[in-house]
Antibody
Framework: EVQLVESGGGLVQPGGSLRLSCAAS????????MNWVRQAPGKGLEWVSY????????YYADSVKGRFTISRDNAKNSLYLQMNSLRAEDTAVYYC?????????????WGQGTMVTVSS | AIRITQSPSSLSASTGDRVTITCRAS??????LAWYQQKPGKAPKLLIY???TLQSGVPSRFSGSGSGTDFTLTISCLQSEDFATYYC?????????FGQGTKVEIK
């Protein structure tokens, strides 16, 4: 079964750090581009970051640029999001999402999400 | 960044109704648009990509149309399991952006 499972969320104080992980299974992870998307409580979806299959190309939303770092370990079938200098407005459910293999760039597989709460 | 304006933000409909949701991009995005369905507490699910291509396993009552700046998601005959929030997303730019969402509620 094709699956993505996020972990690493929790409660952190403003200014703190957290590292999210996304474990992939059921497909050849190293062949796929990946993304992080977040959703604040009761709000819509916000794209956070993109990484190419090799990890050589990376993009960030302006709201997290300079504070968040996306990375991947293809040998471990894992995607990561290092989050530093966290703010209250970073509170959200964080999803990892796979870019579809169809040659199109929609997100065809999503994890169940991990909750990050930034609060003192 | 490309802005996506989705409307309406919510709508009330009955089972069997035809429902239409629209998205407008701030610049032309060709057909690089997807539609997702999200139910409470769940991850989004891809319904349509390339503006009009149905994702495998998605019922044929869902359809998408449009290109350039104006796009439409249509549910031809609303079923009980379709009550959810729907989002469009552009992927013309690597800075992906989503519409604000449309909550489809039971009338």
């Amino acid at each position: 079964e094709v699956q993505l499972v996020e972990s690493g969320g929790g409660l952190v104080q403003p200014g703190g750090s957290l590292r999210l992980s996304c474990a992939a299974s059921g497909f050849t992870f190293s062949s796929y581009e990946m993304n992080w998307v977040r959703q604040a409580p009761g709000k819509g979806l916000e794209w956070v970051s993109y990484i190419s299959s090799s990890g050589s190309t990376i993009y960030y939303a302006d709201s997290v640029k300079g504070r968040f770092t996306i990375s991947r370990d293809n040998a471990k079938n894992s995607l990561y999001l290092q989050m530093n200098s966290l703010r209250a407005e970073d509170t959200a459910v964080y999803y990892c999402a796979r870019v579809a293999p169809s040659g199109d760039d929609a997100f065809d597989i999503w994890g169940q999400g991990t909750m990050v709460t930034v609060s003192s | 960044a490309i802005r996506i304006t989705q409307s309406p933000s919510s709508l009330s409909a009955s089972t069997g109704d035809r429902v239409t949701i629209t998205c407008r991009a701030s610049q032309g995005i060709s057909s690089y648009l997807a539609w997702y369905q999200q139910k409470p507490g769940k991850a989004p699910k891809l319904l349509i990509y390339a503006a009009s291509t149905l994702q495998s396993g998605v019922p044929s009552r869902f359809s998408g149309s449009g290109s350039g700046t104006d796009f439409t998601l249509t549910i031809s005959c609303l079923q009980s399991e379709d009550f959810a929030t729907y989002y469009c997303q552009q992927y013309y730019s690597y800075h992906r952006t989503f519409g604000q969402g449309t909550k489809v509620e039971i009338k």
